[in-house]
């Protein structure tokens, strides 16, 4: 069911429906110190990606999220935690306008709070609950698209972190996996290379400089695992540079292929092998679990390169496990990163890898669990609501189901007064008529709330 009415961002009906849950969760703050009517601040996490639904390979939906993040860990994955402040859609990848658009008003409710939102946290008590930003949450492509970082798949590429230098092997860059010697990034040299066009910056500051820092972005850990480095892995075992192929002596894709597709394997399973590019993280995982203990099937195998395998599926089952400390996971990385040294060098393919070396620990602490589990749950329903097969076809489908068109045309028809570059926006756009295959769309900005409750 869909809410026709604007809430932005509509944390105030999150809060109510999760206050049952706060009660009996001891590690959602302590407020036996608070008193009667005392101000709380809460910090928000913000979280965006590029949804395909099936059938439309060059049509993309970005969808806009907002979380608490002082939420606990088994309140962040239900989905009425979350708030929809807009869904974007285009052709491709949003403009610098699309995400204006979508989010001027939540920068403007943040700035004009009035009395905040009263949260009764026991019989007599009752607090006034106020937010600001605090990070984005997103993966390295999104993070490189909204803040104008050269695409993790351009020949252009660099770390946003630090200042690491690639090296180049028959015109392929390769990525430091050690951490020595590099300079990390902070808010003067990143303003300097935003305003200079260089060291990976594209343009100058973005519209999302408001809302995060650059340097305030959340890995998703496990995220940055199954999909970075298992996928880069099997590419580099099987992939058509085979890196480490020679030397570790790994059999033939086709004889690995033909190994796999012997196995009787349940229905609900789907092993990606063939497209090691492409698949969920759990189907990536999943893959390289399976493949490269059949790749190494061989003999003279290096005992080393067997150990860091298993020190590599030790440092995933310790961020599945919720005992591990940080400080396990960190000295488990380490000697995991000097083991691959030793075995292929200190620079790999993608730069995935070397952020999941370097970069992977240092935004996140004990306390704050970083996932987009939730997120991507939602996309998924995103997906699902949409019909590929809409007889009006991908942007009409879009419009039918999640634009609010009198808020959207109201905006821009204010902005339009003062803009000429809005009104021109404008004037290409008849949103009814205008929706048929070959006619140029633009940026959709798509203001409808989502309701999951």
Known sequence: MFDTTIKSPGLSDIFQGLQPLFHHNKKFGDFSSVEHGEDIIFKLTINTDGVVPKGHGTNEIWPIYIQVADLPDHIKTLIESVAVQSVISDNGKPSEFAFEVALTSLIEWIHEQGEGLKLRVSATKEVKVFFEIHNLSADLAAVCHVFHFASWASSSEACMLCKVQPVREHNAQRWNIVDEGLIRRNNMNITLDMLRRQGGFKSGATFWMKLANVLNYRFDNLHKICEGVCATLLNELFGTTRKMGPTLKIRQQAALENAISSINWPTNTKIIFDKLSTGTGHEKLGSFLVAVPLALSTSNMKYEFIVWIFSLIGLIYAEFAKSSTL??????????????????????????????????????????KVSTFVFETLNRYIKLRLDPNHQKGFIGCIMDNFLLERVVRFELQRRAKYCPQVKEYLDKIDWRLKTKKGIEMGDIVLKRMLSFI
């Not at 000697?335 to 393919?349: D, E, I, P, R, Y």
């Not at 070396?357 to 240092?362: A, D, G, P, R, S």
């Open 327 to 368: 400080i396990n996971k960190k000295s488990l990385l380490q000697k995991t990163a000097k083991l691959q040294s030793l075995l292929c060098g200190t620079v790999f393919s993608t730069l995935k890898f070397h952020y999941f070396f370097v970069h992977l620990y240092e935004k996140t602490d004990s306390v704050e």
